[in-house]
C-alpha cells in the first residue's frame, strides 16, 4: 500500500473529528498517545473503548461503541486487530453518513473491509499511524525520527 504525501496531507487537513477505536487509559499504550497527540494537535478525538465507557480521556466521555457517538465524525482511527476491522468498518458507513477516512494503524490491514469502505466513497488508509505521518508531513520530526525540541537554552 502506498499512498501519496499529497493524499497524507489532505486527509489530515479536512480532518477535525477522530474516533479513535481501541484506545487505552494507559498513557504508555501508543493508542494512547496517538490519541493524545491528535488531540493536543487541535482535533477532536471521541474515545471508543467498552472496557472504559463513561471515563473521561481528553475531555470527551469514553464511548463504549461507535453507535454512541452523535456528533459527525470525520475519520474512525482502528487500533484493533485486523480480524476485528470489518464490523468496525459496518458500524462507522452505518453511523457516520458523511465519513471521509478510515485509518488502520500500524500492523492493522483488511482488504474487503477497505474495499466496502472505498465502494461507499470513504478513503481508506491501511497499516501507518497519523500521528507518524503528521509529524512526517507538517515538520515535526527530528534526527532519528523523534520530535524534540529545546528544553533550556542555558545548556
Known sequence: MSYSDDVLKTILRRTKVVAVVGVSMNPV???YYVARY?????YQVIPVNPGHAGKTLFGE???ADLSEIDVPVDMVDV????EAVPPI???ALAQFPKLQTIWMQIGVEHAEA???AEARGVDVIMNRCPKIEYQRLFGELRMGGFATGVISSKL
Not at 491528535?38 to 487541535?42: I, R, S
Not at 487500533?79 to 485486523?82: H, Y
Request: proline share 5%; charged share 35%; net charge positive.
Open 61 to 63: 466521555t469514553v464511548r
Open 79 to 82: 487500533f484493533r486487530r485486523s
Open 89 to 91: 468498518v459496518e458500524a
Open 38 to 42: 491528535l488531540n493536543l494537535k487541535g
Open 114 to 116: 477497505a474495499a466496502k
Open 29 to 31: 499504550r501508543p493508542s
